[in-house]
Nanobody
Framework: QVQLVESGGGLVQPGGSLRLSCAAS????????MGWYRQAPRKQRELVAT???????NYVDSVKGRFTSSRDNAKNTAYLQMNSLKPEDTAVYYC??????????????WGQGTQVTVSS
C-alpha cells in the first residue's frame, strides 16, 4: 500500500508563491499518474493538475500559466509550484496517485491534504 504525505502549504499574500510536495512511500509499487486536487470551503473537490510517469501534464484553466506540476520518479515525489497566487486559490490541496503494486494490481491513494491560504 502506498502512503502519500503532502507538505509545503501555508499562508501567502496575493501574488506570492508556494511549492507543494507529495512524497509517496511503501514497497513494491509503481506510480504511473499523480494528480493535485483542491477543495475550498463549501465547494466540491476539483482537479487542479495531473502528471504522468513520462512527465505529461494537464491543468485546469484557472491555474494555467501560474501552476506547474513536476515529479521526481527516483524519489517518488511530485511537486506543485504555485505562482501568482490569488485569494480564490485558497483551499486544502490533496495529492492523489494511481499506482500498481508488485502483483500488477491497480490502486489509488490520497494524501491527507495541506492548507493553502492566500490572503493579505
Amino acid at each position: 500500500q502506498v502512503q502519500l504525505v503532502e507538505s509545503g502549504g501555508g499562508l501567502v499574500q496575493p501574488g506570492g508563491s508556494l511549492r507543494l510536495s507529495c512524497a509517496a512511500s511503501g514497497s513494491g509499487f509503481s506510480i504511473y499518474a499523480m494528480g493535485w486536487y483542491r477543495q475550498a470551503p463549501r465547494k466540491q473537490r476539483e482537479l487542479v493538475a495531473t502528471i504522468t510517469s513520462s512527465g505529461s501534464t494537464n491543468y485546469v484553466d484557472s491555474v494555467k500559466g501560474r501552476f506547474t506540476s513536476s515529479r521526481d520518479n527516483a524519489k517518488n515525489t511530485a511537486y506543485l509550484q504555485m505562482n501568482s497566487l490569488k485569494p480564490e486559490d485558497t483551499a486544502v490541496y490533496y495529492c492523489n496517485a494511481d499506482y500498481t503494486n508488485s502483483r500488477g494490481l491497480r490502486y489509488n491513494a490520497w494524501g491527507q491534504g495541506t492548507q493553502v491560504t492566500v490572503s493579505s
